[in-house]
């Protein structure tokens, strides 16, 4: 079967950095996302990686091994704002994505 | 601005009672997709349909229909909504069905079934 893991819930402080793991094991790969999406509202895109490697857009960056079935994204100079839950999704051989279900970011003070 | 909509963005129903959700795209994208999420879940593809081809998800229940009258909007229809159909229901966009397929969501539609 096609499954995404990422934790449930991370809890970081204000100006710290926190990095969200993902490991998927998908019916072939042609790309993964991270979304983000505050509490009630729909997802909004971050990042994508096809490649491996890391790809940095401001304080975002995500990572990608396609030979572990690994990624990360990593959130620097944390924000009160960046308390939302970071979705993985890949996209499998037949370009559908298939979602984890997400990890709860809660910033602290 | 381009964008996806959704209306309402909040319904309430009754047990049985039918309701139709909907979403209108002013991106000009190809495909569009429903999907389901509930509480902490990840969201569940219920259709998608690239151009005016449909395609239905294998477990979307029967109970869930959809139709896409031209580019711009697509309706989703719950015949008869039951408890376990409360959501967040998001309409999706995407250019193609190809490679590199960024998806542009809606606000969601939240439906209670009381």
């Known amino acids: 079967g096609q499954n995404i893991d990422q934790p449930t819930e991370m809890t970081a402080t204000e100006g710290a950095i926190v990095q969200i793991n993902c490991t998927y094991q998908t019916s072939g790969f042609n790309g993964l996302f991270w979304y983000q999406q505050h509490a009630g509202e729909a997802p909004t895109f971050l990042s994508y990686?096809?490649l491996d490697g890391l790809e940095e857009k401001g304080r975002f960056s995500s990572f990608l091994s396609r030979s572990k079935g690994y990624s990360y994204l990593l959130l620097k100079e944390l924000q009160m704002k960046d308390s939302a839950s970071y979705l993985c999704?890949?996209?499998?051989?037949?370009?559908?994505?298939?979602w984890g279900a997400g990890t709860k970011l809660i910033i602290k003070p | 601005d381009a964008m996806v909509i959704q209306n309402p963005r909040y319904q309430v129903t009754q047990f049985g009672k039918p309701v139709t959700l909907s979403c209108s795209q002013t991106?000009?994208?190809?495909?569009m997709y429903w999907y389901q999420q509930k509480s902490s879940q990840a969201p569940k593809l219920l259709f998608h349909?690239?151009?005016?081809?449909?395609?239905n998800e294998a477990d979307t229940p029967d109970n869930f229909q959809s139709r896409r009258p031209n580019t711009s909007f697509c309706f989703l229809d719950i015949r008869s909504p039951g408890l376990g159909d409360a959501a967040m229901y998001l309409c999706a966009t995407s250019r193609t069905s190809g490679s590199y397929n960024e998806q542009f969501f809606g606000p969601g539609t939240r439906l209670t079934v009381l």
């Open positions: 990686n096809v």
């Open positions: 991106l000009n994208h190809n495909v």
């Open positions: 999704a890949v996209e499998d051989s037949n370009y559908q994505l298939i």
């Open positions: 349909y690239y151009d005016k081809d449909f395609n």
